[in-house]
Protein backbone atom coordinates (compact mmCIF):
# COMPACT_ATOMS: atom_id res chain seq x y z
CA UNK A 1 0.00 0.00 0.00
CA UNK A 2 1.45 3.58 -0.71
CA UNK A 3 2.62 5.50 2.08
CA UNK A 4 2.44 9.36 2.15
CA UNK A 5 3.52 11.96 4.91
CA UNK A 6 0.87 13.62 6.89
CA UNK A 7 1.33 17.25 8.89
CA UNK A 8 -0.09 18.44 11.28
CA UNK A 9 0.17 21.79 12.77
CA UNK A 10 -1.50 24.25 14.22
CA UNK A 11 -1.62 26.32 17.48
CA UNK A 12 -0.59 25.60 20.80
CA UNK A 13 -2.70 22.73 22.68
CA UNK A 14 -5.02 22.18 19.56
CA UNK A 15 -4.81 18.15 20.51
CA UNK A 16 -2.59 18.14 17.57
CA UNK A 17 -0.31 15.30 19.58
CA UNK A 18 -3.82 13.29 19.76
CA UNK A 19 -4.91 13.44 17.05
CA UNK A 20 -1.93 12.23 15.18
CA UNK A 21 -1.05 9.71 17.58
CA UNK A 22 -4.46 8.39 17.07
CA UNK A 23 -3.88 8.80 13.02
CA UNK A 24 -0.64 7.14 13.13
CA UNK A 25 -1.83 3.83 14.96
CA UNK A 26 -4.93 3.47 12.70
CA UNK A 27 -2.77 3.86 9.61
CA UNK A 28 0.39 1.55 11.07
CA UNK A 29 2.72 4.70 10.71
CA UNK A 30 5.29 5.95 12.80
CA UNK A 31 4.25 9.20 14.89
CA UNK A 32 6.80 11.64 15.43
CA UNK A 33 6.26 14.98 17.87
CA UNK A 34 8.63 17.99 16.38
CA UNK A 35 7.94 19.88 19.72
CA UNK A 36 9.46 17.21 21.69
CA UNK A 37 12.70 18.02 19.98
CA UNK A 38 12.48 21.71 20.50
CA UNK A 39 11.57 21.59 24.10
CA UNK A 40 14.90 18.83 24.95
CA UNK A 41 17.24 21.09 23.40
CA UNK A 42 15.40 24.12 25.33
CA UNK A 43 16.21 21.61 28.72
CA UNK A 44 19.76 20.90 27.36
CA UNK A 45 20.23 24.76 27.24
CA UNK A 46 18.84 25.37 30.31
CA UNK A 47 20.42 22.90 32.89
CA UNK A 48 23.78 24.03 30.82
CA UNK A 49 23.22 27.89 30.95
CA UNK A 50 23.76 28.45 27.42
CA UNK A 51 22.80 32.31 26.34
CA UNK A 52 20.65 31.21 22.77
CA UNK A 53 20.89 34.80 21.60
CA UNK A 54 24.90 33.94 21.13
CA UNK A 55 24.99 32.18 18.04
CA UNK A 56 28.26 31.19 18.78
CA UNK A 57 27.74 29.75 22.04
CA UNK A 58 24.38 27.95 20.48
CA UNK A 59 25.94 26.59 17.68
CA UNK A 60 28.86 25.23 19.61
CA UNK A 61 26.16 23.76 22.33
CA UNK A 62 24.14 22.16 19.31
CA UNK A 63 27.06 19.64 18.62
CA UNK A 64 26.86 18.35 22.01
CA UNK A 65 22.96 17.23 21.74
CA UNK A 66 21.78 14.53 20.39
CA UNK A 67 18.01 13.19 20.08
CA UNK A 68 16.00 10.62 19.34
CA UNK A 69 12.73 8.76 19.39
CA UNK A 70 12.44 5.10 21.55
CA UNK A 71 9.10 3.29 21.46
CA UNK A 72 7.61 2.35 24.81
CA UNK A 73 5.78 -0.88 24.99
CA UNK A 74 4.37 -0.23 27.84
CA UNK A 75 2.81 3.45 27.14
CA UNK A 76 2.47 2.76 23.82
CA UNK A 77 4.17 6.53 22.82
CA UNK A 78 7.54 7.67 21.77
CA UNK A 79 9.69 8.87 23.97
CA UNK A 80 12.17 11.72 23.84
CA UNK A 81 15.41 10.91 24.71
CA UNK A 82 18.73 13.61 25.21
CA UNK A 83 21.93 12.45 24.93
CA UNK A 84 20.28 8.93 25.89
CA UNK A 85 18.42 9.96 28.85
CA UNK A 86 14.40 9.52 28.89
CA UNK A 87 13.43 13.08 28.90
CA UNK A 88 9.91 13.04 28.55
CA UNK A 89 8.69 13.83 31.99
CA UNK A 90 10.88 17.12 32.11
CA UNK A 91 9.84 18.74 28.89
CA UNK A 92 6.29 18.96 29.68
CA UNK A 93 7.32 21.15 32.42
CA UNK A 94 6.05 24.82 33.11
CA UNK A 95 9.83 26.09 33.30
CA UNK A 96 10.62 24.45 29.61
CA UNK A 97 7.16 25.56 28.41
CA UNK A 98 7.97 29.30 29.13
CA UNK A 99 11.51 29.21 27.33
CA UNK A 100 11.04 26.66 24.19
CA UNK A 101 9.26 29.37 22.12
CA UNK A 102 11.99 31.71 22.46
CA UNK A 103 14.60 28.81 21.87
CA UNK A 104 12.64 27.81 18.69
CA UNK A 105 12.71 31.27 17.10
CA UNK A 106 17.00 30.79 16.66
CA UNK A 107 17.82 29.81 13.22
CA UNK A 108 20.41 27.39 14.04
CA UNK A 109 18.62 25.64 16.20
CA UNK A 110 15.71 25.12 13.44
CA UNK A 111 17.91 24.42 10.78
CA UNK A 112 19.44 21.09 13.19
CA UNK A 113 16.14 20.39 14.31
CA UNK A 114 14.55 20.39 10.68
CA UNK A 115 17.20 18.52 9.20
CA UNK A 116 16.81 15.72 11.67
CA UNK A 117 12.81 15.82 10.87
CA UNK A 118 13.28 15.19 7.05
CA UNK A 119 15.76 12.21 7.58
CA UNK A 120 12.61 10.78 9.48
CA UNK A 121 10.61 11.57 6.91
CA UNK A 122 12.52 9.55 3.93
CA UNK A 123 10.67 6.41 4.09
CA UNK A 124 7.53 8.32 4.59
CA UNK A 125 4.78 6.08 6.28
CA UNK A 126 4.85 9.41 9.07
CA UNK A 127 2.46 11.81 10.98
CA UNK A 128 4.55 14.41 12.70
CA UNK A 129 3.13 17.38 13.93
CA UNK A 130 4.36 21.17 14.88
CA UNK A 131 4.19 24.19 13.97
CA UNK A 132 5.88 24.35 10.24
CA UNK A 133 6.17 20.69 9.13
CA UNK A 134 3.52 21.35 5.88
CA UNK A 135 5.20 24.54 5.32
CA UNK A 136 8.88 24.32 5.97
CA UNK A 137 9.56 20.54 6.98
CA UNK A 138 7.62 18.41 4.15
CA UNK A 139 5.86 21.59 2.26
CA UNK A 140 5.51 18.37 -0.62
CA UNK A 141 3.85 16.37 2.40
CA UNK A 142 0.35 14.67 0.48
CA UNK A 143 -1.58 15.82 3.41
CA UNK A 144 -1.56 18.82 5.41
CA UNK A 145 -4.12 19.41 8.58
CA UNK A 146 -4.22 22.83 9.98
CA UNK A 147 -5.52 22.74 13.74
CA UNK A 148 -7.20 25.24 15.78
CA UNK A 149 -10.12 25.40 18.94
CA UNK A 150 -11.17 28.17 21.00
CA UNK A 151 -8.28 29.93 23.21
CA UNK A 152 -10.49 28.87 26.21
CA UNK A 153 -10.61 25.21 25.28
CA UNK A 154 -7.02 24.88 24.74
CA UNK A 155 -6.31 26.26 28.07
CA UNK A 156 -8.73 24.30 29.88
CA UNK A 157 -7.33 21.40 28.43
CA UNK A 158 -3.62 21.77 28.80
CA UNK A 159 -4.22 23.11 32.35
CA UNK A 160 -6.39 19.54 33.24
CA UNK A 161 -2.81 18.28 31.98
CA UNK A 162 -0.71 20.22 34.08
CA UNK A 163 -2.59 20.47 37.06
CA UNK A 164 -2.16 16.43 37.78
CA UNK A 165 1.40 17.19 37.62
CA UNK A 166 1.51 20.43 39.42
CA UNK A 167 -1.42 21.48 41.61
CA UNK A 168 -0.08 24.83 42.03
CA UNK A 169 -0.32 25.59 38.63
CA UNK A 170 -3.42 28.22 37.91
CA UNK A 171 -5.75 28.43 34.82
CA UNK A 172 -4.20 32.50 34.16
CA UNK A 173 -0.55 30.86 34.20
CA UNK A 174 -1.32 28.15 31.51
CA UNK A 175 -3.25 30.58 29.67
CA UNK A 176 -0.40 33.45 29.43
CA UNK A 177 1.58 30.86 28.40
CA UNK A 178 -0.26 29.74 25.44
CA UNK A 179 -0.79 33.31 23.94
CA UNK A 180 2.64 33.81 24.56
CA UNK A 181 3.77 31.10 22.77
CA UNK A 182 1.07 31.33 19.84
CA UNK A 183 2.18 35.01 20.06
CA UNK A 184 5.65 34.30 19.32
CA UNK A 185 5.53 31.06 17.09
CA UNK A 186 3.55 32.78 14.38
CA UNK A 187 5.30 36.33 14.83
CA UNK A 188 9.16 34.38 14.77
CA UNK A 189 11.30 35.44 11.22
CA UNK A 190 12.17 31.88 10.54
CA UNK A 191 9.38 29.87 9.26
CA UNK A 192 6.59 31.16 11.44
CA UNK A 193 3.64 29.46 11.88
CA UNK A 194 1.61 29.72 8.89
CA UNK A 195 -1.35 27.06 7.35
CA UNK A 196 -0.13 25.91 4.34
CA UNK A 197 -1.89 27.59 1.12
CA UNK A 198 -2.64 23.37 0.78
CA UNK A 199 -3.14 22.58 4.33
CA UNK A 200 -6.97 21.58 5.33
CA UNK A 201 -8.31 22.93 8.34
CA UNK A 202 -10.02 21.61 11.58
CA UNK A 203 -11.86 23.06 14.20
CA UNK A 204 -11.85 20.85 16.74
CA UNK A 205 -13.41 23.05 19.23
CA UNK A 206 -17.27 20.93 19.54
CA UNK A 207 -15.24 17.68 18.07
CA UNK A 208 -14.84 14.46 20.11
CA UNK A 209 -11.50 12.59 18.84
CA UNK A 210 -13.75 9.99 17.33
CA UNK A 211 -15.36 12.84 15.04
CA UNK A 212 -11.45 13.94 14.39
CA UNK A 213 -10.16 10.31 13.38
CA UNK A 214 -12.75 9.67 11.22
CA UNK A 215 -12.63 13.55 9.35
CA UNK A 216 -8.49 12.88 9.02
CA UNK A 217 -9.33 9.22 7.75
CA UNK A 218 -11.77 10.53 5.18
CA UNK A 219 -8.49 13.05 3.78
CA UNK A 220 -6.00 10.07 3.59
CA UNK A 221 -9.07 8.04 1.94
CA UNK A 222 -8.72 10.49 -0.38
CA UNK A 223 -5.05 10.97 -0.78
CA UNK A 224 -4.67 7.35 -1.48
O1 LIG B 1 3.97 21.30 20.10
P1 LIG B 1 4.62 21.81 21.37
O2 LIG B 1 3.72 22.66 22.20
O3 LIG B 1 5.26 20.72 22.17
O4 LIG B 1 5.80 22.76 20.85
C1 LIG B 1 6.63 23.46 21.75
C2 LIG B 1 7.20 24.69 21.08
O5 LIG B 1 8.12 24.32 20.08
C3 LIG B 1 6.19 25.61 20.40
O6 LIG B 1 5.78 26.66 21.25
C4 LIG B 1 6.94 26.14 19.22
C5 LIG B 1 8.04 25.16 18.97
N1 LIG B 1 7.84 24.37 17.75
C6 LIG B 1 8.25 24.92 16.57
O7 LIG B 1 8.67 26.07 16.54
N2 LIG B 1 8.17 24.19 15.43
C7 LIG B 1 7.69 22.95 15.45
N3 LIG B 1 7.67 22.25 14.31
C8 LIG B 1 7.24 22.38 16.65
C9 LIG B 1 7.31 23.13 17.80
Redesign the pocket.
Known amino acids: MKKIIITI ?1 GW ?2 CG ?2 TLAKHLAKSLGYVYI ?7 AI ?1 LYFLRNHIDWTDLEKTSEALKHVELHFIYNQKSLQSEMYLNDENVEYF ?1 RDLVV ?1 EK ?2 E ?3 IAAV ?1 TY ?1 VAQ ?1 QKMGEGKGIV ?6 GTT ?1 FPEAELKIFMTADILIRVERRFKEMFIKNPNVTFDEVKHNLET ?2 Y ?2 SN ?1 EV ?1 P ?1 RMATDAILLDNTLMTMEEQLDFALKLVANKL
Open positions: DSSKSDSGAMYRTIAVSVATRAQMDGRDIVRDIDRSL
